[in-house]
Nanobody
Framework: QVQPVESGGGLVQAGGSLRLSCSAA????????MSWYRQPPGKQRELVATITRGGVTNYADSVKGRFTISRDNAKNTNYLQMNSLKPEDTAVYYC????????????????WGQGTQVTVSS
């Protein structure tokens, strides 16, 4: 079964850093865009960063200059390096990947990970 799996969340003080990873496993032929979303407590899920297969990136204004998204296509993995963390970055972070799998051939489908908690204390 195709499934992105996040790791790397945790508790950090304001100003600190964390690196999240998202690895997609299963019967994968190819992965197009990979993205990170986050959902703060009591709020809607929001887009944080995206990266194309070719490495073109895009960021939410709130994280520009602090977060960096990257990927390793050979490992079906992407990373979110988060620096200068703020309490308002506290959220559950979700990975989303557009995957062409052998299970459902013919199209790319967006798959969600289960989420990883990031908590930034002041």
């Amino acid at each position: 079964q195709v499934q992105p799996v996040e790791s790397g969340g945790g508790l950090v003080q304001a100003g600190g850093s964390l690196r999240l990873s998202c690895s997609a496993a299963g019967s994968i032929f190819s992965i197009n865009g990979m993205s990170w979303y986050r959902q703060p407590p009591g709020k809607q899920r929001e887009l944080v960063a995206t990266i194309t297969r070719g490495g073109v990136t895009n960021y939410a204004d709130s994280v520009k200059g602090r977060f960096t998204i990257s990927r390793d296509n050979a490992k079906n993995t992407n990373y979110l390096q988060m620096n200068s963390l703020k309490p308002e970055d506290t959220a559950v972070y979700y990975c989303n990947a557009d995957i062409y799998s052998w299970e459902i051939p013919g199209k790319f489908i967006g798959y969600w990970g289960q989420g990883t908690q990031v908590t930034v204390s002041s």
